[in-house]
Nanobody, 122 residues
């Protein structure tokens, strides 16, 4: 059973960098054909895909966040990370990590972390 667990600070000051970690258990992040994603949900809004990193290390980012986002992996610890620079209060959200896969041409997230609340405030 794959499990994902987000961790990181719950409060970040404006203009600083938000850094989150997703620790994966029950499966290696280097396993072929899986993509490791970050998704967020601002208060009162829907889910927003931030980006992902593939099993080969290739990254993809939301165009609206690409200039401020970096996703990387630490294969020795079986985890992946999110860095979001120059945050503003509009980056306040519950942040989720998830495992994505493609099945019959459809991309879906089969496993999610429980989510971590991040508030951007001075």
């Amino acid at each position: 059973q794959v499990q994902l667990q987000e961790s990181g600070p719950g409060l970040v000051k404006p203009s600083q960098t938000l850094s989150l970690t997703c620790t994966v258990s029950g499966g290696a992040i280097t396993t072929n054909n899986y993509y490791w994603s970050w998704i967020r949900q601002p208060p009162g809004k829907g889910l927003e895909w931030i980006g992902d990193i593939g099993y080969s290390g290739t990254t993809n980012y939301s165009p609206s966040l690409e200039s401020r986002t970096s996703i990387s992996t630490d294969t020795s610890k079986n985890l992946f990370t999110l860095q979001l620079n120059s945050v503003t209060p509009e980056d306040t959200a519950v942040y989720y990590c998830a495992r994505g896969a493609v099945y019959r041409g459809t991309y879906y997230w089969g496993y999610w972390g429980q989510g971590t609340q991040v508030i951007v405030s001075s």
